[in-house]
Each structure stands twice: as structure tokens, then as C-alpha cells.
């Protein structure tokens, strides 16, 4: 298993995958920078290497010619190009999981000049890399966190694998939380934070608990379920509610099908429960909502 990026591997993602892959039986190459090399050798990687050198291409070249590569994970700008030259050079899989754009999607120009070259920078970027890959030899793919709802990965890793893993300390949920603020008005102070730059950190802002009410849609139809537009907050309190799922119906979306039974099931359809709402716009299942000012 490599993963190369420009600092990627110290992401919530790239911290993640790199104890996924060493869970799995692999060895982990990664990149970052050097004030993060003992961080991720922490959480398994066998061989870190400075992302900012010229010649750390090279260098893992170098480290894996005795290997054989299962593949590449990229994350960052300027990491699917590496990773599509290492795996092309070295023994094994040329596969590249490609789990990044080259362009920070939510900070697009507002003009229609700047966004027009925006986007054809980024067809251009589609194109060059993947004549660059084919002409290596190797196949790249955009990879979303949802695509292991439906296929054998996702239960493997979340049914199978973390709870124990987590209760037993061979898994550790990283990166630590950087806690910037308190309350709904702290959102904007943690997303200037995160464009400043994080490493080796998750922005985190923690909500104040004001009270909490059990809902069982099970036990009530569509039209009484209160949705977030209309549920009032807990006596005594005011501000804003979320709706956190405790467990979803995994019988077809049928309502009031639930019971205790069916945590963490997925329907028939492959859909997780937790993506379906009802006609009135009400989450199916049961869910703990909690009011916070």
C-alpha cells in the first residue's frame, strides 16, 4: 500500500487510511511534512517521506523496488501525477485511488472570467492526467466515502472491524480535535481556521447541549413527526435542533418497522436507512434530538 501527497496522509482521510491499509496486512508508505513523520509512523506507516523534496519521487521508487505495490491512495494537488509515476515504476498494482481535486471546490471564483478558467483548468487537468495514466499503464479512480455503503468494504470495516478495534485501543480516532469554538456562531471562525491550514489536526466546533428528547417515528405517523423546520426547542430554551440517528430502519423503509434489532442494518435496496426521509421530510427510524442555543 503507498499513499503520496503533499501533506495528505496527515488529514482526517489520509490518517485513517493509513491505519485501514496496516490493519489490512499492508505496509504503508506515506508523505507529509517532517514535523508529521513520527505521527503517522505512530499510526503504522513503516516509511515516511518530507512531501516538499524534489526528489521524494525518486526516493520511493527507490524503496519499492523490492516490493510490490497494491496501489496508490492521492490526496492533495499535485499528488494523482506522483502517484501515477511511482506505481507505474515499481513492481505490483498500477491502480491510484484518487480521493482529492487539484482545486479547492469551495472557494470558486464568483466572476464568470475566473470561473470559466477554473473550469477548464480542471477539464484540462482531467484530460492530461488521464492520457499521463494511460500512457503509463495505469488505472486511476474518484473515490467517494459513500461508495462503501453498498459493497462489502463498508461492513467490513464498520461492522466488522472498528467497534473492537476501537474499544481495544488498536484503532485510535485521529487526528486529535483542534477545538476552536462553542455554539453555532464559532462555524465561521473554524472554517477561516481550516483555509488557513491545518496539519495533523480536525477543526472542531462543539455544540452546547441544552436538552435532549427521544423520537420514535415508529410510534408516530408522518404528519406528527416534528421535522428540524418545526420542532420546538426543550423548555427554557431556545436556539436550534439537530436531529442525531440512534439507529435507522433497515426493512425496506417501511414506517414503523424499526426496532432495536435493526442498528446499523441496510436495506434491501443497498441504501442506508439514514439517507431516507419520509414525505414530509421527516427522517425515518429512530433519532436522538438535541437542542443547543
Known amino acids: 500500500m503507498l499513499s503520496s501527497s503533499p501533506g495528505g496522509r496527515s488529514t482526517s482521510v489520509g490518517s485513517n487510511a493509513v491505519q485501514l491499509a496496516r490493519a489490512a496486512g499492508y505496509e504503508v508508505l506515506a508523505t507529509a511534512s517532517p514535523k508529521n513523520f513520527e505521527y503517522l509512523k505512530s ?10 523534496q524534489p526528489d521524494t519521487v525518486s526516493r520511493i521508487i527507490d524503496a519499492l523496488q523490492s516490493k510490490s505495490c497494491a496501489g496508490a491512495l492521492a490526496i ?15 513492481p505490483g498494482r498500477k491502480f491510484v485511488s484518487q480521493a482529492s481535486r487539484p482545486a479547492d471546490m469551495s472557494d470558486m471564483p464568483t466572476n464568470m472570467v475566473g470561473l470559466f478558467k477554473t473550469i477548464f483548468g480542471l477539464l484540462w487537468w482531467n484530460i492530461s492526467t488521464a492520457l499521463r495514466a494511460r500512457s503509463k499503464g495505469v488505472s486511476t ?9 453498498a459493497n462489502e468494504v463498508g461492513s467490513m470495516t ?10 481495544s ?11 476552536v469554538g462553542k455554539g453555532l456562531e464559532s462555524l465561521q471562525g473554524g472554517i477561516d481556521t481550516y483555509k488557513r491550514g491545518v496539519s495533523a489536526a480536525k477543526v472542531v466546533v462543539s455544540l452546547i447541549c441544552k436538552g435532549r428528547t427521544i423520537y420514535d ?10 421535522s428540524t423546520k418545526s420542532l420546538a426547542p426543550q423548555n427554557g430554551h431556545s436556539g436550534y435542533v439537530i436531529f442525531i440517528p440512534l439507529y435507522a430502519c433497515g426493512k425496506g423503509h417501511t414506517e414503523g418497522s424499526c426496532d432495536d434489532s435493526d442498528a446499523g442494518v441496510i436495506g434491501d435496496d443497498g441504501v442506508a436507512c439514514v439517507t431516507k426521509m419520509l414525505p414530509g421530510n421527516e427522517p425515518d427510524g429512530i433519532w436522538d434530538v438535541v437542542t443547543v442555543d
Open 169 to 179: 485501543g488498536q484503532y485510535h480516532a485521529k487526528p486529535d480535535p483542534k477545538i
Open 43 to 52: 499510526l503504522g506507516a513503516s516509511m515516511v517521506f518530507d512531501c516538499k
Open 217 to 226: 417515528h415508529s410510534a408516530t405517523n408522518t404528519s406528527s413527526f416534528s
Open 158 to 167: 464498520y461492522q466488522d472491524f472498528l467497534p473492537e478495534a476501537l474499544a
Open 76 to 90: 492533495g494537488a499535485g499528488s494523482l501525477e506522483a502517484c501515477i509515476d511511482i506505481v507505474a515504476a515499481v
Open 141 to 149: 479512480k474518484f473515490i467517494w466515502g459513500g461508495d462503501v455503503v
